[in-house]
């Protein structure tokens, strides 16, 4: 019978056995050293947690404590985590605060559509568990990442505050927004796929089904994915509360724009609102955005018909301006007050969209044509 196993105790086999899968996973900067691995394993040999299938080696997670100093670096986005040496690692250590690093998350090419995934974050989860009961207090971690599935993967189910990138030196922050006691929202963001799709469908229709309706890129979007053809940037997501589909967000380009990442169909439910969860969302879905490496993120919306999250860009974004562009179509801009909102992703300095041109019209054509398919596929009469 073929089974998942997890592992904590460090063998030169298993070793070997992660660094080899880092050189399938990973560039060539974020593949490990031998004998760095070996001297940081002298110092704390709680690091890692690996998952085996049918014994061989499949996925790892390296967990580790470091300086204070380090970890201050790390969060300024002066620390690269392949320049760390003997001297910034530390042991976990009792009755004190430990900050850690989550260095990497490795999952092998063949298993990533399979539980494995679950199984490795069951047996961090597990580690962390027995950490806590000998008496370790994680205080603060950073978690670094060097792809958008690492990104995804800590925002998702580990609901990351810290991320920094090291190949482009960068710290990503999500701002404690519920500082004053409220519980952070149990959410996750689930890729637009055959399975979600009817549920993200008709949800993106019942909220925005008298101006605008995007059915058919859905559609599109879903079939390009299972063909493999990613060169366009347009990425839809559903929104799970306690494992029900709750809204819709996503990301999407204008290409005559290359250094802005937008967001696309964003949406609650009325049942599901002021809990915190499209608050949460926007968060999530702005952290994947930082993964694209674009300069600045931006949104459109309307005052008089998005009326309900005005509130939400207000608190997030940097900058709220009217849209009112000559060029484009008066209709949406005049009876549904267009407006800007953006942020720059890497730093405070924010600059103005200044009215130029995005196009409304095709938005609506794009709305006309997805209502008809919407009726064609018998999804609404």
């Not at 760390?84 to 989550?102: A, H, W």
């Not at 008298?210 to 063909?227: A, F, H, M, P």
Request: aromatic share 12%.
């Amino acid at each position: 019978m073929k089974r998942y196993k997890i592992v904590y105790d460090v063998t030169d086999e298993l070793l070997k056995q992660a660094l080899e899968l880092d050189k399938q996973v990973f560039s060539k900067l974020d593949i490990g050293d031998f004998d760095l691995c070996k001297s940081w394993l002298k110092i704390n040999n709680q690091i890692y947690t690996f998952l085996l299938y049918n014994n061989k080696l499949i996925g790892y997670i390296n967990f580790i404590r470091i300086t204070d100093d380090c970890f201050s670096k790390f969060i300024q986005g002066k620390m690269k985590d392949y320049k760390l040496n003997d001297k910034d690692i530390l042991p976990f250590k009792k009755n004190e605060g430990n900050k850690c690093l989550f260095m990497s998350i490795a999952i092998a090419k063949e298993h990533r559509d399979t539980n494995a995934i679950i199984y490795l974050k069951k047996g961090f989860d597990k580690k962390l568990k027995k950490l806590k009961k000998q008496g370790v207090v994680i205080s603060d971690t950073v978690i670094d990442c060097v792809s958008v599935d690492g990104v995804k993967f800590c925002i998702e189910r580990l609901d990351a505050k810290y991320l920094t990138g090291s190949l482009n030196g960068k710290i990503y922050y999500t701002p404690n927004i519920y500082s004053k006691g409220r519980k952070v929202p149990n959410i996750k963001l689930e890729l637009l796929n055959k399975k979600n799709l009817k549920t993200a469908s008709i949800i993106q229709y019942q909220i925005f089904k008298k101006n605008w309706c995007g059915y058919c890129d859905y559609l599109k979007e879903v079939e390009q994915r299972e063909k493999g053809i990613t060169n366009n940037l347009q990425l839809s997501f559903v929104i799970k509360y306690h494992k029900k589909i709750v809204g819709i967000i996503g990301l999407y380009e204008l290409k005559q724009y290359p250094n802005v990442i937008w967001l696309n169909w964003f949406a609650i439910l009325p049942k599901y609102r002021r809990r915190g969860i499209g608050t949460n969302a926007l968060f999530k879905i702005i952290n994947i955005a930082r993964t694209f490496k674009r300069k600045e993120f931006r949104l459109v919306t309307y005052e008089v018909w998005n009326i309900q999250a005005q509130d939400i860009y207000k608190k997030i974004m940097q900058l709220e301006e009217p849209y009112t562009n000559k060029n484009d179509w008066q209709y949406a801009i005049k009876n549904g007050v267009a407006k800007i909102f953006s942020s720059n992703l890497f730093d405070k300095t924010v600059t103005k969209w200044n009215n130029k041109f995005i196009d409304l019209l095709s938005d609506h054509e794009l709305h006309k044509n997805s209502i008809k398919k919407l009726k064609d596929d018998g999804l609404i009469n």
